[in-house]
């Protein structure tokens, strides 16, 4: 069961979706690693679904419990 009260969850996806997509621009133009702060595990995966589209770049988790954040990288 998934509660969702005044849209939060979805104005939250929508906030991941916009910080995945400038991590991804900034990791192609400094073609480094980018992290981004420490996720939940479903903003987590939202991020990796987003990134996914973009084959010039790749996801990766680290950190363990609640310090457990993404790093976008370009492909080598």
Do not use: C, F
């Amino acid at each position: 069961v998934i509660v969702d009260v005044n849209n939060y969850r979805r104005e939250r996806t929508e906030y991941i979706e916009e910080v995945a997509k400038r991590a991804v621009e900034e990791a192609k133009a400094e073609q480094g690693p980018v992290e981004l702060d420490p996720m939940k595990p479903w903003e987590r995966r939202v991020v990796h679904m987003v990134v996914s589209q973009d084959k010039s770049v790749i996801t990766e988790s680290r950190g363990q419990g609640y310090e457990r954040y993404v790093v976008i990288s370009p492909a080598e």
